[in-house]
């Protein structure tokens, strides 16, 4: 008889049966609430981790989306240097035209610009406190790096620039910064600004920071033009 027939055999006549109960095969340690407890942990986890990089997602896009805005809005600027400006008086004499080409090729060596311009303008009361005021227009990603960059060209001219300080850009937005410097005459005041589509830097003698400030403000809302 072969093998497979004692086999058979054996299984019929000797062998106790396999006794089943009621309990369920338990394939790990852990209780079922325990392994219950763990899944909706993760599930929880896992939707606090998509809440989370949703709301991310949302402010990158909201934060893009103002930034390529205020773009649109400032990218299109134009300068002009008009007769009269804040005051003003336009100084068309052969040195004030001098002074106003050399800064403004200064300006142009250091920083690639569609337009340049720049102009003196005299304070009717006291010559003394007239303007230098030079810049230009272009597509500016980071207009706060390229009036660092004008704030550098000025250091290299005159000295460096103390005590720079952010001060209000007005309603036509980017930044302004200020400082003093010291020139032939002593020392005056330098404020400067940048949005998306112009820089310029702007000189004042005899002037405080503060003053300064309301004044480049003043003259900025009357040389700037956007289309």
Same mark, same amino acid.
């Given at each position: 008889m072969s093998d497979a027939h004692l086999t058979a055999r054996q299984l019929d006549e000797g062998s106790a049966p396999v006794e089943l109960t009621d309990e369920p095969i338990e394939l790990s340690n852990r209780a079922p609430e325990?392994?219950?407890?763990?899944?909706a942990a993760r599930a929880r986890r896992r939707r606090v981790i998509l809440v989370l990089l949703a709301v991310l997602?949302?402010?990158?896009?909201?934060?893009?989306g103002t930034w390529g805005w205020r773009i649109a809005q400032q990218k299109d600027a134009r300068l002009?240097?008009?007769d009269k400006v804040g005051g003003l008086t336009l100084d068309q004499s052969e040195r004030a035209s001098s002074t106003a080409d050399y800064l403004r090729?200064?300006?142009?060596?250091?920083?690639?610009?569609?337009?340049?311009?720049?102009?003196?303008?005299?304070?009717?009361?006291?010559?003394? #406190?007239?303007?230098?005021?030079?810049?230009?227009?272009?597509?500016l990603w980071q207009p706060e790096r390229d009036l660092e960059s004008l704030f550098g060209?000025?250091?290299?001219?005159?000295?460096?620039?103390?005590?720079?300080?952010?001060?209000?850009?007005?309603?036509?937005?980017?930044?302004? #910064?200020?400082g003093n410097t010291s020139g032939e005459?002593?020392?005056?005041?330098?404020?400067?600004?940048?949005?998306?589509?112009?820089?310029?830097?702007?000189?004042?003698p005899f002037r405080?920071?503060?003053?300064?400030?309301?004044?480049? #403000?003043?003259?900025?809302?009357t040389i700037q033009i956007r289309d």
């Open positions: 325990e392994a219950t407890d763990r899944t997602a949302l402010a990158g896009l909201a934060a893009f002009t240097t008009p090729s200064g300006l142009a060596a250091d920083i690639q610009l569609d337009s340049s311009f720049g102009a003196v303008y005299q304070d009717p009361g006291d010559t003394r #406190r007239s303007v230098l005021i030079f810049g230009g227009t272009t597509l060209l000025m250091a290299d001219e005159t000295g460096a620039v103390t005590g720079l300080r952010d001060v209000s850009p007005g309603r036509l937005g980017g930044v302004m #910064r200020c005459g002593g020392d005056f005041a330098v404020c400067g600004w940048a949005d998306h589509g112009s820089v310029v830097m702007a000189m004042f405080s920071v503060d003053e300064s400030a309301a004044l480049l #403000r003043e003259i900025r809302e």
